[in-house]
């Protein structure tokens, strides 16, 4: 049988790497199954009974569950969230203050997707003046959206934003309101409504995680193949001895 000769340096890099394939795949799978639980939730409470506005505080995870709003819109403090795709077509999402008349408590309503084709054209959108009778489920993100640039602070309204956090609006607004987005279901103050229960699907994580895996795979099977074919005549840095330095 052959002897084993791996090098110091192939040694070096695949300790270098694998622990961090390894790593990368178990972590694809960890948000696999995180994905999964979040997805069951989801299906549980959107059978559930709608809670109403002031109970919202109270619950200690209220993603997902539907709620009864009665009020009116702040059609003077809107939030167009940018960089939103449907079908292709760039766009925006529209979220605005709503003022829940029963608890007295401020909620930001995120009323669905508008087109947006041509960025010198302000988004077109109406507000209703009455008070109005609105269903939504709570959206609580499940991580912090990754920003290349932060948002510039203030400006004029709307303001166009690409990460919604409800918390500093209120904090800007000087208000006590809720502290998670609710999305609008369908009815006559949403437009277009069809988001995701999350980005990304389960499957998806898992597509990556074997991919991991697979790397870490083909590295342990190189490393053992170049180990036992090695030219026995190289040094153990890899390279051939010249005949010169035999003599």
């Given at each position: 049988?052959?002897?084993?000769?791996?090098?110091?340096v192939?040694?070096?890099?695949?300790?270098a790497?694998?622990p961090?394939?390894?790593?990368?795949?178990?972590?694809?799978?960890?948000r696999?199954?995180?994905?999964?639980?979040?997805?069951?939730?989801?299906?549980?409470?959107?059978?559930?009974a709608?809670v109403?506005?002031?109970?919202?505080?109270?619950?200690?995870?209220?993603?997902?569950?539907?709620?009864?709003?009665?009020?009116?819109?702040?059609?003077?403090?809107?939030?167009?969230?940018d960089?939103?795709?449907r079908?292709?077509?760039?766009?925006?999402e529209?979220?605005?203050?709503?003022?829940?008349?029963?608890?007295?408590?401020?909620l930001?309503v995120?009323?669905g997707?508008?087109?947006?084709?041509?960025r010198r054209?302000?988004?077109?959108?109406?507000?209703?003046?009455?008070?109005?009778?609105?269903?939504?489920?709570?959206?609580?993100?499940?991580?912090k959206?990754?920003?290349?640039?932060?948002?510039?602070?203030?400006g004029?309204?709307?303001?166009?934003?690409?990460?919604?956090?409800a918390?500093?609006?209120?904090?800007?607004?000087?208000?006590?309101?809720f502290?998670?987005?609710?999305?609008?279901?369908?009815?006559?103050?949403?437009?277009?409504l069809?988001?995701?229960?999350?980005?990304?699907?389960?499957?998806?994580?898992?597509?990556y995680?074997?991919?991991w895996?697979?790397?870490?795979?083909?590295?342990?099977?190189?490393?053992?193949?170049?180990?036992?074919?090695?030219?026995?005549k190289e040094n153990?840095?890899?390279h051939?001895?010249?005949?010169?330095?035999?003599?």
């Amino acid at each position: 049988m052959k002897p084993f000769r791996p090098g110091l340096v192939p040694t070096l890099v695949v300790l270098a790497l694998l622990p961090g394939l390894i790593a990368l795949g178990c972590w694809q799978l960890d948000r696999a199954e995180q994905r999964r639980a979040l997805m069951a939730t989801y299906s549980e409470r959107q059978l559930a009974a709608p809670v109403m506005a002031a109970q919202l505080p109270q619950l200690a995870d209220p993603a997902f569950y539907p709620v009864h709003l009665y009020g009116r819109f702040d059609s003077q403090h809107s939030l167009l969230l940018d960089n939103q795709m449907r079908d292709g077509k760039a766009g925006v999402e529209l979220l605005q203050p709503f003022h829940d008349q029963a608890s007295g408590q401020w909620l930001l309503v995120n009323r669905g997707w508008l087109p947006w084709p041509d960025r010198r054209v302000p988004v077109q959108f109406a507000t209703p003046e009455a008070a109005v009778a609105l269903e939504a489920s709570v959206y609580v993100a499940p991580g912090k959206a990754f920003q290349l640039h932060p948002d510039p602070p203030g400006g004029p309204w709307p303001h166009l934003l690409t990460v919604i956090d409800a918390a500093s609006l209120w904090q800007q607004l000087g208000r006590d309101g809720f502290g998670h987005e609710l999305r609008l279901q369908a009815g006559p103050a949403s437009y277009r409504l069809d988001w995701p229960v999350v980005a990304m699907g389960p499957e998806k994580h898992v597509g990556y995680a074997t991919q991991w895996f697979a790397l870490a795979t083909t590295l342990v099977l190189l490393y053992l193949y170049f180990g036992w074919h090695r030219h026995p005549k190289e040094n153990r840095h890899g390279h051939r001895r010249h005949p010169a330095e035999r003599a």
